[in-house]
């Protein structure tokens, strides 16, 4: 099996900055897009950000010149660094893999998430 564990959620003033961190472990032979993604009570599911592989990134409009993704692929890791924090950035943030597993086969796989709360 596969998990992914979020971390570096918390409380942040607006205007703050914070970084989350997602880490995938398990029967992993390949990873490849990963993101986040956030959700508010009574909202549906939102993309945040997405990276591939190789490196090619997607931002939503609400967050693309505020937020950065990136990877570590040696650590089976993604990172969003999340800067100039608004209250509207107030979610909970889910972390996706789609993964190639070690017995070849293929799963889109979610972390538990992490609270991010921007408030004075």
């Known amino acids: 099996q596969v998990q992914l564990v979020e971390s570096g959620g918390g409380l942040v003033q607006p205007g703050g900055s914070l970084r989350l961190s997602c880490a995938a472990?398990?029967?992993?032979?390949n990873i490849y897009?990963?993101?986040?993604?956030?959700?508010?009570?009574?909202?549906?599911?939102?993309?945040?950000?997405?990276?591939?592989?190789?490196?090619?990134?997607?931002?939503?409009?609400?967050?693309?010149?505020?937020?950065?993704i990136s990877r570590d692929n040696a650590k089976n890791t993604v990172y969003l660094q999340m800067n100039s924090v608004k209250p509207e950035d107030t979610a909970i943030y889910y972390c996706k893999a789609d993964v190639l597993r070690v017995d070849l086969n293929r799963y889109e796989y979610w972390g538990r998430g992490t609270q991010v709360t921007v408030s004075s």
């Open 25 to 29: 472990s398990g029967s992993i032979f």
């Open 33 to 68: 897009a990963m993101g986040w993604y956030r959700q508010v009570p009574g909202k549906q599911r939102e993309l945040v950000a997405v990276i591939t592989s190789g490196g090619s990134t997607n931002y939503a409009d609400s967050v693309s010149r505020r937020f950065t």
